[in-house]
Protein backbone atom coordinates (compact mmCIF):
# COMPACT_ATOMS: atom_id res chain seq x y z
CA UNK A 1 0.00 0.00 0.00
CA UNK A 2 1.26 3.79 -0.64
CA UNK A 3 2.68 5.58 1.84
CA UNK A 4 0.46 8.79 3.07
CA UNK A 5 3.15 11.00 1.69
CA UNK A 6 2.74 9.44 -0.99
CA UNK A 7 -1.73 9.65 -0.68
CA UNK A 8 -0.84 12.93 -0.06
CA UNK A 9 1.34 14.49 -2.82
CA UNK A 10 0.71 11.96 -5.88
CA UNK A 11 -1.97 13.23 -8.45
CA UNK A 12 -3.23 10.07 -8.63
CA UNK A 13 -4.06 10.22 -5.34
CA UNK A 14 -4.72 13.87 -3.92
CA UNK A 15 -2.61 15.72 -5.53
CA UNK A 16 -0.99 18.29 -2.94
CA UNK A 17 2.25 18.43 -5.58
CA UNK A 18 3.43 21.52 -3.96
CA UNK A 19 3.41 20.19 -0.36
CA UNK A 20 6.20 21.81 1.76
CA UNK A 21 8.99 19.87 3.40
CA UNK A 22 7.48 20.26 7.13
CA UNK A 23 4.23 18.66 5.35
CA UNK A 24 6.05 15.69 4.14
CA UNK A 25 7.92 14.98 7.01
CA UNK A 26 4.91 14.79 9.08
CA UNK A 27 3.58 12.21 6.78
CA UNK A 28 6.33 9.96 6.97
CA UNK A 29 6.03 10.26 10.91
CA UNK A 30 2.39 9.26 11.08
CA UNK A 31 3.00 6.01 9.12
CA UNK A 32 5.98 5.73 10.36
CA UNK A 33 8.44 5.65 7.09
CA UNK A 34 12.06 6.44 7.59
CA UNK A 35 12.74 10.09 7.61
CA UNK A 36 15.55 10.26 5.69
CA UNK A 37 16.80 13.68 4.01
CA UNK A 38 13.99 14.88 5.89
CA UNK A 39 15.26 14.27 9.73
CA UNK A 40 17.60 16.90 9.21
CA UNK A 41 14.93 19.09 8.48
CA UNK A 42 15.22 22.54 11.05
CA UNK A 43 11.35 23.03 10.50
CA UNK A 44 11.09 19.27 11.94
CA UNK A 45 13.34 20.06 14.99
CA UNK A 46 11.36 22.81 16.06
CA UNK A 47 7.71 20.94 15.58
CA UNK A 48 8.66 18.23 17.30
CA UNK A 49 10.37 20.35 20.18
CA UNK A 50 13.40 17.99 19.84
CA UNK A 51 15.59 16.37 17.44
CA UNK A 52 13.81 14.12 15.10
CA UNK A 53 14.16 10.72 14.91
CA UNK A 54 13.21 7.36 13.24
CA UNK A 55 10.46 5.81 15.88
CA UNK A 56 10.53 2.82 13.18
CA UNK A 57 6.72 2.11 13.69
CA UNK A 58 3.32 4.11 13.54
CA UNK A 59 2.69 6.31 16.58
CA UNK A 60 -0.36 4.97 17.82
CA UNK A 61 -1.67 8.43 18.44
CA UNK A 62 -0.43 12.08 16.93
CA UNK A 63 -1.05 15.24 17.49
CA UNK A 64 -0.60 18.27 15.35
CA UNK A 65 -0.89 21.72 16.00
CA UNK A 66 -0.52 24.32 13.38
CA UNK A 67 -1.20 27.39 11.85
CA UNK A 68 -4.24 27.60 9.61
CA UNK A 69 -4.07 27.02 5.70
CA UNK A 70 -1.45 24.51 6.06
CA UNK A 71 -3.40 21.46 4.76
CA UNK A 72 -4.18 19.67 7.64
CA UNK A 73 -7.68 18.35 7.10
CA UNK A 74 -6.35 17.36 3.89
CA UNK A 75 -3.47 15.71 5.38
CA UNK A 76 -6.24 13.84 7.51
CA UNK A 77 -8.48 13.19 4.57
CA UNK A 78 -5.36 11.25 2.86
CA UNK A 79 -4.92 9.38 6.36
CA UNK A 80 -8.80 8.39 6.35
CA UNK A 81 -8.82 6.75 3.14
CA UNK A 82 -5.21 5.30 3.63
CA UNK A 83 -6.25 3.36 6.89
CA UNK A 84 -9.41 1.99 4.87
CA UNK A 85 -6.42 -0.06 3.10
CA UNK A 86 -3.89 -0.99 5.64
CA UNK A 87 -5.44 -1.66 8.57
CA UNK A 88 -5.51 -5.42 9.63
CA UNK A 89 -8.93 -6.93 9.89
CA UNK A 90 -9.20 -9.78 12.32
CA UNK A 91 -10.82 -13.20 11.94
CA UNK A 92 -12.96 -11.83 14.58
CA UNK A 93 -15.02 -9.45 12.55
CA UNK A 94 -17.69 -10.94 11.25
CA UNK A 95 -19.01 -10.58 7.83
CA UNK A 96 -21.97 -8.46 8.98
CA UNK A 97 -19.73 -5.71 10.90
CA UNK A 98 -18.16 -2.37 9.16
CA UNK A 99 -15.53 -1.28 10.77
CA UNK A 100 -15.84 2.93 10.88
CA UNK A 101 -13.29 5.76 10.27
CA UNK A 102 -14.34 8.40 12.17
CA UNK A 103 -14.13 12.06 11.39
CA UNK A 104 -15.20 14.00 14.93
CA UNK A 105 -15.38 17.92 15.67
CA UNK A 106 -16.47 20.35 17.63
CA UNK A 107 -19.58 20.68 15.94
CA UNK A 108 -21.03 18.24 12.16
CA UNK A 109 -19.59 21.54 10.21
CA UNK A 110 -16.32 21.50 11.07
CA UNK A 111 -15.89 17.71 10.37
CA UNK A 112 -17.55 18.09 7.08
CA UNK A 113 -14.35 20.24 6.10
CA UNK A 114 -12.65 16.77 5.96
CA UNK A 115 -15.01 14.62 5.22
CA UNK A 116 -15.63 17.21 2.14
CA UNK A 117 -12.09 16.56 1.16
CA UNK A 118 -11.83 13.03 1.15
CA UNK A 119 -15.31 12.95 -1.13
CA UNK A 120 -13.81 15.38 -3.45
CA UNK A 121 -10.64 13.89 -4.00
CA UNK A 122 -11.58 10.15 -4.23
CA UNK A 123 -14.06 10.62 -6.74
CA UNK A 124 -11.91 12.99 -8.68
CA UNK A 125 -9.16 9.80 -8.45
CA UNK A 126 -9.35 6.82 -11.05
CA UNK A 127 -7.27 5.06 -8.75
CA UNK A 128 -9.29 6.27 -5.85
CA UNK A 129 -12.59 5.63 -7.10
CA UNK A 130 -12.06 2.26 -7.42
CA UNK A 131 -12.63 1.81 -4.02
CA UNK A 132 -16.04 3.07 -3.68
CA UNK A 133 -18.83 1.00 -2.30
CA UNK A 134 -22.07 2.06 -3.65
CA UNK A 135 -22.75 5.92 -3.73
CA UNK A 136 -21.45 8.38 -0.54
CA UNK A 137 -24.40 9.90 1.38
CA UNK A 138 -23.98 13.60 3.42
CA UNK A 139 -21.61 12.22 6.05
CA UNK A 140 -20.74 9.01 4.90
CA UNK A 141 -18.20 7.02 2.52
CA UNK A 142 -17.47 3.15 2.21
CA UNK A 143 -14.77 1.39 0.49
CA UNK A 144 -13.82 -1.98 0.02
CA UNK A 145 -10.77 -3.77 1.01
CA UNK A 146 -8.74 -5.69 -1.43
CA UNK A 147 -9.88 -8.87 0.71
CA UNK A 148 -13.32 -7.45 -0.47
CA UNK A 149 -14.33 -6.08 3.46
CA UNK A 150 -16.24 -2.82 3.40
CA UNK A 151 -14.79 -0.08 5.61
CA UNK A 152 -17.05 3.17 6.32
CA UNK A 153 -15.78 6.77 6.18
CA UNK A 154 -18.25 8.49 8.53
CA UNK A 155 -18.81 11.91 9.79
CA UNK A 156 -19.55 10.79 13.76
CA UNK A 157 -21.07 13.96 16.16
CA UNK A 158 -19.31 14.83 19.50
CA UNK A 159 -21.38 12.91 22.30
CA UNK A 160 -21.47 12.40 25.74
CA UNK A 161 -19.12 9.14 27.17
CA UNK A 162 -18.22 8.96 23.15
CA UNK A 163 -21.34 6.69 22.25
CA UNK A 164 -21.15 7.89 18.92
CA UNK A 165 -17.99 6.22 18.51
CA UNK A 166 -18.54 2.71 20.26
CA UNK A 167 -20.84 1.03 18.41
CA UNK A 168 -18.32 -0.16 15.52
CA UNK A 169 -14.67 -1.44 15.24
CA UNK A 170 -12.77 1.67 14.54
CA UNK A 171 -9.85 1.88 11.78
CA UNK A 172 -8.84 5.17 12.93
CA UNK A 173 -10.39 8.46 14.47
CA UNK A 174 -9.99 11.97 13.69
CA UNK A 175 -10.41 14.73 16.15
CA UNK A 176 -10.51 17.95 14.42
CA UNK A 177 -10.32 21.08 16.39
CA UNK A 178 -8.28 19.53 19.32
CA UNK A 179 -7.56 22.64 20.86
CA UNK A 180 -11.36 24.18 21.12
CA UNK A 181 -12.74 20.91 22.39
CA UNK A 182 -12.82 21.06 25.92
CA UNK A 183 -12.19 18.99 29.14
CA UNK A 184 -14.17 16.23 30.79
CA UNK A 185 -14.20 18.45 33.99
CA UNK A 186 -16.06 21.18 31.90
CA UNK A 187 -18.65 19.24 29.66
CA UNK A 188 -20.80 15.57 29.40
CA UNK A 189 -19.61 15.98 25.97
CA UNK A 190 -15.57 16.52 25.70
CA UNK A 191 -12.80 14.96 24.30
CA UNK A 192 -11.02 13.14 27.04
CA UNK A 193 -14.35 10.84 27.50
CA UNK A 194 -14.39 10.40 23.42
CA UNK A 195 -10.75 9.63 23.05
CA UNK A 196 -11.02 7.35 25.98
CA UNK A 197 -14.31 5.73 24.50
CA UNK A 198 -12.35 5.06 21.25
CA UNK A 199 -8.94 3.56 22.56
CA UNK A 200 -9.39 0.20 22.86
CA UNK A 201 -11.60 -0.33 19.53
CA UNK A 202 -8.69 1.08 17.43
CA UNK A 203 -7.89 -2.05 15.43
CA UNK A 204 -4.23 -2.78 14.75
CA UNK A 205 -2.69 -0.52 12.04
CA UNK A 206 -5.20 2.66 13.17
CA UNK A 207 -4.64 5.54 14.66
CA UNK A 208 -5.88 8.31 17.02
CA UNK A 209 -4.56 11.97 15.11
CA UNK A 210 -5.75 15.13 17.02
CA UNK A 211 -5.31 18.51 15.17
CA UNK A 212 -6.34 22.25 14.85
CA UNK A 213 -5.10 25.43 15.64
CA UNK A 214 -3.19 26.58 19.11
CA UNK A 215 -6.23 28.43 21.07
CA UNK A 216 -6.36 29.24 24.83
CA UNK A 217 -3.71 28.23 26.99
CA UNK A 218 -5.96 25.79 28.99
CA UNK A 219 -7.70 22.67 28.61
CA UNK A 220 -6.83 18.77 26.80
CA UNK A 221 -4.87 20.26 23.95
CA UNK A 222 -2.41 22.55 25.93
CA UNK A 223 -2.50 20.45 29.41
CA UNK A 224 -0.58 17.65 26.40
CA UNK A 225 1.53 19.83 24.72
CA UNK A 226 3.22 21.06 28.18
CA UNK A 227 3.43 17.00 29.05
CA UNK A 228 4.79 15.85 25.72
CA UNK A 229 5.82 17.90 23.57
CA UNK A 230 9.58 17.63 22.53
CA UNK A 231 8.96 13.74 23.88
CA UNK A 232 7.85 11.45 20.93
CA UNK A 233 7.41 7.66 21.66
CA UNK A 234 5.81 4.95 19.90
CA UNK A 235 2.55 5.95 21.93
CA UNK A 236 2.07 9.16 21.04
CA UNK A 237 3.54 12.01 18.77
CA UNK A 238 3.07 15.63 19.63
CA UNK A 239 3.75 18.70 17.17
CA UNK A 240 3.81 22.41 16.57
CA UNK A 241 4.33 24.66 13.64
CA UNK A 242 4.09 27.95 12.59
CA UNK A 243 1.90 28.13 9.45
CA UNK A 244 5.35 29.61 7.44
CA UNK A 245 6.89 26.14 7.81
CA UNK A 246 3.89 24.04 6.97
CA UNK A 247 2.69 26.07 4.05
CA UNK A 248 5.85 28.76 2.83
CA UNK A 249 3.70 28.99 -0.37
CA UNK A 250 0.57 30.10 1.05
CA UNK A 251 2.58 32.22 4.15
CA UNK A 252 4.83 34.38 2.13
CA UNK A 253 6.08 37.47 4.05
CA UNK A 254 3.42 39.47 3.18
CA UNK A 255 0.64 37.21 3.94
CA UNK A 256 2.34 37.31 7.33
CA UNK A 257 2.28 40.79 7.67
CA UNK A 258 -0.95 41.54 6.91
CA UNK A 259 -2.45 38.82 9.42
CA UNK A 260 -0.07 40.67 12.28
CA UNK A 261 -0.67 44.17 11.40
CA UNK A 262 -4.43 43.72 11.33
CA UNK A 263 -5.27 41.13 13.84
CA UNK A 264 -2.26 40.72 16.58
CA UNK A 265 -3.95 38.29 18.02
CA UNK A 266 -5.04 36.30 15.51
CA UNK A 267 -1.08 36.20 14.16
CA UNK A 268 -0.16 34.38 17.35
CA UNK A 269 -2.85 31.27 17.39
CA UNK A 270 -3.83 31.36 13.33
CA UNK A 271 -0.16 31.89 12.16
CA UNK A 272 2.48 31.82 14.45
CA UNK A 273 0.62 28.50 16.11
CA UNK A 274 1.12 30.03 19.62
CA UNK A 275 -1.31 29.53 22.67
CA UNK A 276 -3.44 33.03 23.14
CA UNK A 277 -2.59 34.50 26.37
CA UNK A 278 -5.22 34.33 29.10
CA UNK A 279 -6.34 38.28 28.40
CA UNK A 280 -6.47 37.07 24.16
CA UNK A 281 -8.18 33.70 24.69
Known amino acids: TASLE ?26 GSPLAELAKLPE ?40 TQVVKIPHYVGPGEVPRVSIVSTTKENADVIFGHIVGNVLNSPRLKELVV ?12 P ?13 RAGSTLIARWSCGVVF ?8 ESESVINWEDQRRAIFGRILKGGQLVSI ?20 PTKALV ?15 REEIDRVRLNNPSAYVTDVCADFATPEES
Open 6 to 31: TYLTDRDYFGLTSASPLQRAICRIID
Open 212 to 231: GSPWAPFGPAHEHFLQYHGK
Open 176 to 183: DEFPRMVG
Open 238 to 252: FLKAPAWDMNPVHWT
Open 134 to 145: GAPTVDSLTTRR
Open 44 to 83: LTTALGCEPVDLGVAPFEVMLLSGIRTAKSLMMAAAAVRW
Open 147 to 159: SGTPIEICVAAGS
